[in-house]
């Protein structure tokens, strides 16, 4: 969580708005801030998305790459992720929270929770990535840069790694068998003969925290000081809890960690469905008709 200075006035202010589900800036308790999303705008990428939420502001770029598939997972590709905060060590935006080792910290942080959130088998099929049993298959390489950080860094990387992921197309490929029997893979000549990921499932991620007897999503970096505890969740198109992630020091009592957890379901859902329908809006513009602000 970020570390800001806040009066005591400061803190009675946002935490009386809390209880009367008022906050600083006008939304409920269960409102999410504008967000901006665009997809395709990294054009050496397979798959891209910038996304801006508040002040956060995150760019993912999907590389797609043939490798040998894991020994115990002969059957199915994978996908490997890796955060990059460096940007902010040379940013008027930096923030305490990535001062020293702090960005470091947060960014494996952050990487370990995407690995366990998409380890479910209910949320994308890996197998579609294989292309020779146990020899062959596709690794989706997924680079998250953070350009900014504006509280609720979780959610905000989330959203645009599923965006990215559903703007990625995989080249198709075909197995010839040549001389002694050994397999040869030939990729189509066609930069439009490519196939997509199945992203219904794939996970959003909600935080809720914690403020005085009530919890909120979507947290700025002054409500988030005014928090001791909160939980992280993940959560699959079909309202399916794919990973948990207690933060902050403080406790919380058993009945409200299953209030959280039911609340993170729904909104996880209800922000699934909408952010799905907006990227098929937006693909069905057409990329030469897009006005977004990376153009």
């Known amino acids: 969580m970020a570390e800001i200075l806040l009066s005591e006035a400061e803190k009675a202010f946002i935490h009386h708005g809390v209880q009367d589900d008022l906050r600083c800036d006008g939304r409920t308790r269960l409102d999410y801030r504008p967000i901006i ?8 990428a397979s798959g891209s998305a910038r996304l801006r939420l508040a002040n956060s502001d995150v760019l993912v770029g999907v590389k797609v790459e043939l490798a040998s598939p894991l020994p115990d997972k002969p059957l199915e590709g994978r996908l490997e992720f890796f955060v990059d905060w460096f940007a902010l060590n040379y940013s008027a935006n930096a923030t305490p ?3 020293g080792r702090g960005g470091e910290v947060l960014a494996n942080e952050i990487c370990r929770f995407l690995q366990r959130s998409y380890a479910s088998g209910n949320t994308i099929n890996l197998a579609e990535l294989s292309v020779l049993a146990g020899q062959q298959c596709w690794v989706l390489y997924v680079d998250i840069l953070i ?12 959203l645009a790694v599923k965006s990215a992921l559903y ?3 995989i080249p198709s490929i075909k197995v010839a068998t040549m001389d002694g029997d050994q397999p040869e893979l030939e990729l189509s000549d066609d930069p439009y003969d490519t196939k997509r990921l199945d992203t219904e499932n794939i ?3 909600v935080t809720l925290m914690k403020i005085g007897n009530h919890f909120l999503v979507d947290p700025t970096p002054e409500e988030e000081c005014c928090s001791s505890s909160g939980v992280v969740v993940a959560v699959s198109g079909n309202k399916k809890i794919t990973a948990v992630r207690k933060i902050g020091s403080g406790s919380l009592h058993p ?3 299953v209030s959280m957890l039911k609340t993170g379901s729904e909104v996880g859902a209800v922000v699934n469905k909408i952010l799905m329908d907006k990227l098929s809006q937006e693909e069905s513009v057409g990329k030469s008709k897009r006005i977004g602000f990376m153009r």
């Not at 999303?37 to 050496?44: A, C, F, H, P, R």
């Not at 504006?150 to 990387?157: E, S, W």
């Open 37 to 44: 999303l665009e997809t395709d705008v990294v054009s050496n």
């Open 97 to 99: 929270e990535f001062e």
């Open 147 to 158: 350009l900014e950080c504006g509280g609720n860094l979780y959610d905000a990387v989330s």
């Open 167 to 169: 703007a990625t197309e």
């Open 203 to 205: 996970p959003c991620v």
């Open 255 to 257: 009945e409200s960690l």
